[in-house]
């Protein structure tokens, strides 16, 4: 009696214990050990009772049999999942790089964006696409302000109309060029070339030697005051000092100012140092 007791505890011992087992998610080889551990015991309780671990009667062999199949089998009805080396070549092979579409970033400018006035009315058509020409094809006009645009009262003629708009930001902001000639000739209206800074330099310094009552006394500053700074619209401005002597042989400090685009100089200005 005491053994049959003994047996139908053990049962419903199993019968908890194995839910509770089976929720852990026990790692794969661990899963396995436990069950064939259990497989082993009840083939032994089988031939052979083992009283110290309370499998003295061959009955309960089914129920730690039932046990070890349970725990042999994948959780919740699941199939073992493929190695990780498998796992990987699966993932790589259904990966396919698409090459993302070029990405317009310029922006098409329509008569809202301009402010019409009375110079810039009669040409509209060719005003606008001159905006959006030069916002395509002059690298110094990504940032551009089409409502600036105007007509130039200093260039161009009456045939062949000469227009601007404002391009850049803050010290960096110029007006671009374009005439009719330009937008109807289909012409590229790219950033202006500027002159290289050891040329700039050297005209600036001739202009001085050129202006001087001694040219042979000039002494040119090429370090301490000198500053070359290029423009958004392809001109250049150099800034420095020099020293020469007068008439009276007094040698006196001056301040030279030269503005130059890729042809070479435009203006000069200098004044007497304080």
Known sequence: MKRILRNVFLFFFLAMLL???LQLSLPRNASVLVGALAMGLSVIALFRPLPSLGLGHRGISSSVCF???MLLMPPNGQQAAPNETMAKDISTASVETVASPPIDTFRTFTAKDVVWDKYTKP??????AGVNK?????SRCKDIDPGTATRSTKRGTKNNP?????????TQAFNAYFSKSDVVSKKTLVAARHISQGEAV??????????AAHP?????SKFLDLGVRELGDGRTRVVSSFT????????????VTCLLNAKGLIEGHISEAT
Do not use: I, W
């Open 67 to 69: 046990a070890a199949l």
């Open 134 to 138: 030069l916002h395509r094809e002059n």
């Open 216 to 220: 042979g006394t000039v002494d040119f």
């Open 244 to 255: 020469a002597k007068n008439s009276f042989n007094m040698e006196l400090k001056y301040n």
């Open 123 to 128: 040409h509209r058509e060719v005003v606008l």
């Open 202 to 211: 050297l005209l600036c310094e001739q202009y001085a030697k050129a202006k």
């Open 19 to 21: 839910p509770a087992m």
């Open 162 to 170: 000469v227009f601007f708009v404002t391009c850049g930001e803050g």
